[in-house]
């Protein structure tokens, strides 16, 4: 059952503040969550139960482990969260509690929680995820890696002031970059143990002048001092920093030697206060991105990309297959052994890595299945203990492509924190020190323009296992550069694209074909515009014929939600293979759906790409049009100018009409036009108001360059276009906003003109209105209408016409026709309120969803016989019967050519 956040709330308050807790509290937490009863019951009498000793542990898989102790719960915590069987079985939440205390991990975003027991109502949401809500993550400005890029971008700026000129050219941008990577690794190392304590800063504080005059020559000795092996070879004073090597302190002659000044050494030895063993390697890359970019600062922050999104494309990928091997070889010392080598050979290649996020959470996950490995090996077999020295994930397994030069350092200095803070928890779990420096090894990341650099220059494809792995950039094909647009054609060689293509398009073209015909595997991040509407056609048809196919798919959901800025993305998870047998999945939300095939829309069906059709497929309904279009504004009317019409002279409200689009139709918004019919010219033209606006119109036509609309000037009283008849019509917007639930469509009488900006149906009926209001109609136009602007896109002869409806007998028209009135009735209780206020998501009164949420259960029961779980069975069902009655429709009429297409 799915809640919502209300009723999840309600439900947890019933177990804080408790006298007594037991072994009930578990099982009433996961019911208050919506964990079916079955389970629960099934998970109380153990048989769902796969918890180690089921005398005191209550687990299951991906979902929870649970422990009872009489022990310390901190120290309880520490060891079982990372233990093989929380790995094994993909464990969302840890939780351990003497009944007094209570103590959470979760194991995707890595929080804790540590409450008293009875409190537990006033914390209900750190298990949201249990209920399908993932956790939005947002870093507060009190983070430590947040004080500590805003600290670190004002000694930028002073730099900058001190030294104008330093960040000129290629060459002087690149050294700062570097320079600025050292001194991040040094904050770094002197707070985790690679350095002795405040090392750095201690150096800094008492070896250079309180004016800062010498600082920069001293850090310039002090990094040669790094990356200098023998002792006897450093000055004195540094002799007792150790050698680091790996390229980061290398000096090259371009090296920047910013001059400081007395606030500049102060603002360094501030940083160097901070504590950086809290800097967490995937969000500070991202907010260090914008370090030396103070445009981007205002929004240092407020979102980055959390780790469970991260996850939805690393863990469909790979994890979740490892961690099943894992499972099943749990007590084979030899399985063990060869998961061991087959994890340290995996190669994982972010072609658009930023400061390397994605690439450090991959390289921690396999760090961690890897000690789980270890950990079991050692207890099937102690004396492997002794052999773990060393990790056999290697960081220069991990390859990527970046365009800015900062973030490619950053990327490449992350990987070596993210190596050191998994040590740290090696030596924490297997009191064995694996050491940092010297640096033997680096992340493979190259700056570049991805689309034009030979991805395998950058990783060779030797056939093994590669995971491409990332969240490209996203732009549409109207926000594209010059230098964007210069790109297709290194990417698409010699075959044709269309210009309409987004450029992340270039990622897929390109990893598909990197990946053809090889081992090689990959998972973007992608605006979820690339698999909707007429961008579906574009892109796959390509892909689809290097023989590559959607193993599977995250379907839309929201990726970061910039506060201040208030623009969440709303993405998609795509992920590419060659064609073979073996399960594919759809994800939405928390649930997994098996698919026998993923097509470019991101639904179970064959790969259809859906084009335009002149007529409705299906039942017989009315047509949908666009609305009239007059191509004069004399035509025009507002609500004042018919109102002094009319009190002048009556009989122009014969000739005045309602006159609306899509936004006056959403808004509320009054207008009205004239409209004239032939036999009725000379009566409205002895309206002097009326006469005059005809003369205006033939005038403004007659000035027109469109030879269509100087046509009309002698026909003033007409609109150029039109579809208007005098019956019922449905007003259906051209665009809606992606918030909203429903498509807010109007039923209209015969005294409205539909504009050209919407869409009409004319002789119309309400078990019409009834099908298209339908969840099942959206769902459709969400897929195949695509957006514009993140606003969904209707279309008549994409989406209506090829919306398929199946025969309908009178019974169940007379059906939609009662639930389409009712729909109808309910908003006009509602008058007072805008269809834009009206169908707010937040704000949709109860009423009104209920109304909706009976016209959906109906018109999803003329589709399937089953209850539609999610919106992804309805496509499928939706696809299934589109391309059963095309196929049926060619064969009956092979002459009869539709422009949907079938690969
Ligand atoms: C959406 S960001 C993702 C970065 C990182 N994974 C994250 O979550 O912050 C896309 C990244 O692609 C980089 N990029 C843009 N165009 C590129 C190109 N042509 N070649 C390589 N990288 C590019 C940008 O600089 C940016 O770091």
Same mark, same amino acid.
């Given at each position: 059952?799915?809640?919502?956040?209300?009723?999840?709330?309600?439900?947890?308050?019933?177990?804080?503040?408790?006298?007594?807790? +037991?072994?009930?509290?578990?099982?009433?937490?996961?019911?208050?969550?919506?964990?079916?009863?079955?389970?629960?019951?099934?998970?109380?009498?153990?048989?769902?139960?796969?918890?180690?000793?089921?005398?005191?542990?209550?687990?299951?898989?991906?979902?929870?482990?649970?422990?009872?102790?009489?022990?310390?719960?901190?120290?309880?915590?520490?060891?079982?969260?990372?233990?093989?069987?929380?790995?094994?079985?993909?464990?969302?939440?840890?939780?351990?509690?003497?009944?007094?205390?209570?103590?959470?991990?979760?194991?995707?975003?890595?929080?804790?929680?540590?409450?008293?027991?009875?409190?537990?109502?006033?914390?209900?949401?750190?298990?949201?995820?249990?209920?399908?809500?993932?956790?939005?993550?947002?870093?507060?400005?009190?983070?430590?890696?947040?004080?500590?890029?805003?600290?670190?971008?004002?000694?930028?700026?002073?730099?900058?002031?001190?030294?104008?000129?330093?960040?000129?050219?290629?060459?002087?941008?690149?050294?700062?970059?570097?320079?600025?990577? !050292?001194?991040?690794?040094?904050?770094?190392?002197?707070?985790?143990?690679?350095?002795?304590?405040?090392?750095?800063?201690?150096?800094?504080?008492?070896?250079?002048?309180? +004016?800062?005059?010498?600082?920069?020559?001293?850090?310039?000795?002090?990094?040669?001092?790094?990356?200098?092996?023998?002792?006897?070879?450093?000055?004195?004073?540094?002799?007792?920093?150790?050698?680091?090597?790996?390229?980061?302190?290398?000096?090259?002659?371009?090296?920047?030697?910013?001059?400081?000044?007395?606030?500049?050494?102060?603002?360094?030895? #501030?940083?160097?206060?901070?504590?950086?063993?809290?800097?967490?390697?995937?969000?500070?890359?991202?907010?260090?991105?914008?370090?030396?970019?103070?445009?981007?600062?205002?929004?240092?922050?407020?979102?980055?990309?959390?780790?469970?999104?991260?996850?939805?494309?690393?863990?469909?990928?790979?994890?979740?297959?490892?961690?099943?091997?894992?499972?099943?070889?749990?007590?084979?010392?030899?399985?063990?052994?060869?998961?061991?080598?087959?994890?340290?050979?995996?190669?994982?290649?972010?072609? &658009?890595?930023?400061?390397?996020?994605?690439?450090?959470?991959?390289?921690?996950?396999?760090?961690?299945?890897?000690?789980?490995?270890?950990?079991?090996?050692?207890?099937?077999?102690?004396?492997?203990?002794?052999?773990?020295?060393?990790?056999?994930?290697?960081?220069?397994?991990?390859?990527?492509?970046?365009?800015?030069?900062?973030?490619?350092?950053?990327?490449?200095?992350?990987?070596?924190?993210?190596?050191?803070?998994?040590?740290?928890?090696?030596?924490?779990?297997?009191?064995?020190?694996?050491?940092?420096?010297?640096?033997?090894?680096?992340?493979?990341?190259?700056?570049?323009? #991805?689309?034009?650099?030979?991805?395998?220059?950058?990783?060779?494809?030797?056939?093994?296992?590669?995971?491409?792995?990332?969240?490209?950039?996203?732009?549409?094909?109207?926000?594209?550069?010059?230098?964007?647009?210069?790109?297709?054609?290194?990417?698409?060689?010699?075959?044709?694209?269309?210009?309409?293509?987004?450029?992340?398009?270039?990622?897929?073209?390109?990893?598909?074909?990197?990946?053809?015909?090889?081992?090689?595997?990959?998972?973007?991040?992608?605006?979820?515009?690339?698999?909707?509407?007429?961008?579906?056609?574009?892109?796959?048809?390509?892909?689809?014929?290097?023989?590559?196919?959607?193993?599977?798919?995250?379907?839309?959901?929201?990726?970061?939600?910039? &506060?201040?800025?208030?623009?969440?993305?709303?993405?998609?998870?795509?992920?590419?293979?060659?064609?073979?047998?073996?399960?594919?999945?759809?994800?939405?939300?928390?649930?997994?759906?098996?698919?026998?095939?993923?097509?470019?829309?991101?639904? +179970?069906?064959?790969?259809?790409?859906?084009?335009?059709?002149?007529?409705?497929?299906?039942?017989?309904?009315?047509?949908?049009?666009?609305?009239?279009?007059?191509?004069?504004?004399?035509?025009?009317?507002?609500?004042?100018?018919?109102?002094?019409?009319?009190?002048?002279?009556?009989?122009?409200?014969?000739?005045?009409?309602?006159?609306?689009?899509?936004?006056?139709?959403?808004?509320?918004?009054?207008?009205?036009?004239?409209?004239?019919?032939?036999?009725?010219?000379?009566?409205?033209?002895?309206?002097?108001?009326?006469?005059?606006?005809?003369?205006?119109?033939?005038?403004?036509?007659?000035?027109?360059?469109?030879?269509?609309?100087?046509?009309?000037?002698?026909?003033?009283? !007409?609109?150029?276009?039109?579809?208007?008849?005098?019956?019922?019509?449905?007003?259906?917007?051209?665009?809606?906003?992606?918030?909203?639930?429903?498509?807010?469509?109007?039923?209209?009488?015969?005294?409205?003109?539909?504009?050209?900006?919407?869409?009409?149906?004319?002789?119309?009926?309400?078990?019409?209105?009834?099908?298209?209001?339908?969840?099942?109609?959206?769902?459709?136009?969400?897929?195949?209408?695509?957006?514009?602007?993140?606003?969904?896109?209707?279309?008549?002869?994409?989406?209506?016409?090829?919306?398929?409806?199946?025969?309908?007998?009178?019974?169940?028209?007379?059906?939609?026709?009662?639930?389409?009135?009712?729909?109808?009735?309910?908003?006009?209780?509602?008058?007072?309120?805008?269809?834009?206020?009206?169908?707010?998501?937040?704000?949709?009164?109860? +009423?009104?969803?209920?109304?909706?949420?009976?016209?959906?259960?109906?018109?999803?029961?003329?589709?399937?016989?089953?209850?539609?779980?999610?919106?992804?069975?309805?496509?499928?069902?939706?696809?299934?019967?589109?391309?059963?009655?095309?196929?049926?429709?060619?064969?009956?009429?092979?002459?009869?050519?539709?422009?949907?297409?079938?690969?």
């Amino acid at each position: 059952m799915r809640l919502n956040l209300r009723a999840v709330e309600e439900r947890v308050a019933r177990l804080g503040g408790r006298e007594l807790y +037991d072994r009930e509290f578990i099982f009433d937490l996961l019911l208050a969550y919506g964990k079916p009863q079955g389970n629960v019951t099934r998970l109380r009498n153990g048989s769902l139960s796969v918890a180690s000793d089921k005398a005191t542990e209550v687990a299951q898989k991906n979902v929870v482990y649970f422990k009872e102790t009489t022990e310390d719960p901190l120290a309880v915590i520490d060891e079982l969260k990372t233990s093989p069987a929380v790995v094994r079985y993909r464990t969302r939440f840890v939780i351990v509690t003497d009944y007094t205390e209570l103590l959470a991990v979760d194991t995707k975003t890595g929080e804790n929680l540590m409450i008293p027991i009875r409190d537990i109502d006033q914390h209900f949401t750190f298990f949201l995820p249990w209920a399908g809500m993932e956790k939005a993550q947002y870093v507060t400005e009190a983070h430590a890696d947040v004080k500590a890029a805003e600290r670190m971008g004002k000694l930028c700026d002073e730099l900058l002031v001190a030294n104008p000129g330093l960040m000129e050219g290629t060459h002087g941008r690149h050294a700062i970059n570097v320079f600025f990577a !050292r001194l991040l690794f040094c904050f770094f190392a002197e707070d985790t143990e690679i350095f002795t304590k405040s090392q750095f800063t201690n150096a800094v504080g008492s070896h250079t002048q309180a +004016d800062g005059s010498d600082v920069g020559d001293f850090l310039f000795t002090l990094f040669r001092a790094l990356d200098t092996e023998d002792k006897a070879d450093k000055p004195t004073h540094l002799a007792a920093f150790p050698f680091v090597n790996g390229r980061l302190f290398t000096i090259a002659p371009e090296d920047a030697l910013p001059a400081f000044t007395k606030s500049a050494r102060d603002l360094l030895i #501030a940083l160097g206060t901070l504590n950086w063993s809290k800097i967490n390697p995937d969000i500070f890359g991202s907010m260090f991105q914008a370090v030396v970019n103070p445009l981007e600062r205002s929004d240092l922050g407020q979102h980055y990309t959390s780790v469970p999104n991260i996850l939805k494309t690393i863990e469909p990928l790979f994890l979740d297959g490892l961690r099943d091997e894992f499972d099943a070889g749990f007590d084979s010392v030899r399985r063990l052994e060869s998961l061991l080598e087959r994890i340290s050979a995996i190669k994982v290649f972010d072609p &658009a890595c930023g400061s390397g996020n994605f690439l450090v959470i991959a390289y921690k996950e396999l760090r961690k299945l890897e000690h789980a490995i270890l950990e079991r090996l050692a207890y099937l077999h102690p004396k492997h203990q002794v052999l773990f020295t060393e990790s056999k994930i290697h960081i220069e397994n991990f390859y990527g492509i970046e365009l800015d030069d900062f973030a490619t350092e950053i990327a490449i200095l992350s990987l070596w924190i993210a190596k050191h803070q998994m040590n740290t928890e090696f030596r924490e779990k297997f009191n064995v020190s694996i050491p940092l420096i010297p640096l033997k090894e680096a992340g493979q990341i190259q700056q570049g323009n #991805a689309a034009r650099v030979d991805w395998n220059a950058v990783c060779p494809n030797d056939d093994g296992e590669i995971y491409l792995i990332g969240n490209p950039p996203y732009k549409g094909a109207k926000a594209q550069t010059k230098e964007m647009k210069a790109d297709f054609p290194f990417v698409f060689g010699g075959r044709p694209f269309n210009k309409n293509l987004d450029y992340i398009a270039l990622w897929f073209v390109k990893g598909a074909d990197y990946i053809g015909g090889t081992r090689a595997e990959l998972a973007f991040v992608a605006t979820n515009s690339v698999s909707q509407g007429e961008h579906v056609g574009l892109m796959f048809p390509m892909i689809f014929a290097g023989g590559i196919e959607i193993g599977f798919a995250y379907t839309s959901f929201k990726w970061a939600n910039n &506060a201040r800025r208030n623009a969440g993305v709303t993405v998609v998870v795509i992920g590419l293979r060659v064609a073979r047998s073996g399960p594919k999945y759809l994800y939405t939300d928390d649930l997994q759906i098996g698919a026998k095939n993923i097509n470019g829309y991101l639904a +179970d069906g064959a790969n259809i790409f859906i084009g335009r059709r002149n007529s409705p497929l299906g039942a017989s309904r009315p047509v949908m049009v666009f609305g009239s279009m007059p191509r004069a504004r004399g035509l025009v009317i507002s609500p004042r100018e018919r109102q002094r019409m009319i009190d002048n002279d009556p009989l122009s409200s014969e000739f005045i009409k309602a006159y609306i689009g899509t936004k006056e139709h959403v808004d509320g918004l009054e207008r009205y036009c004239l409209w004239i019919e032939d036999g009725q010219v000379d009566l409205a033209r002895s309206v002097p108001a009326i006469a005059e606006r005809l003369a205006q119109v033939t005038d403004e036509r007659g000035k027109s360059d469109a030879g269509s609309t100087a046509a009309y000037a002698a026909k003033p009283h !007409r609109f150029v276009q039109i579809s208007y008849k005098p019956t019922d019509s449905i007003i259906v917007p051209a665009v809606s906003s992606e918030r909203r639930d429903y498509i807010p469509i109007g039923y209209r009488g015969a005294d409205t003109i539909i504009s050209n900006l919407a869409f009409a149906v004319y002789d119309a009926e309400p078990w019409v209105f009834a099908l298209i209001t339908a969840r099942m109609h959206i769902v459709w136009t969400r897929a195949v209408g695509g957006q514009h602007e993140s606003r969904l896109r209707y279309s008549n002869t994409i989406v209506y016409n090829n919306f398929l409806v199946p025969p309908l007998s009178d019974a169940v028209k007379e059906q939609l026709t009662v639930m389409a009135l009712r729909v109808l009735d309910v908003r006009e209780y509602h008058c007072e309120k805008t269809l834009a206020e009206l169908y707010d998501p937040e704000l949709m009164p109860a +009423d009104l969803r209920a109304a909706h949420a009976e016209v959906d259960a109906l018109v999803d029961s003329i589709y399937s016989k089953r209850n539609y779980e999610t919106d992804e069975q309805r496509l499928s069902d939706l696809f299934a019967m589109y391309e059963a009655m095309t196929a049926e429709e060619a064969a009956n009429a092979p002459a009869k050519k539709q422009r949907g297409r079938r690969k």
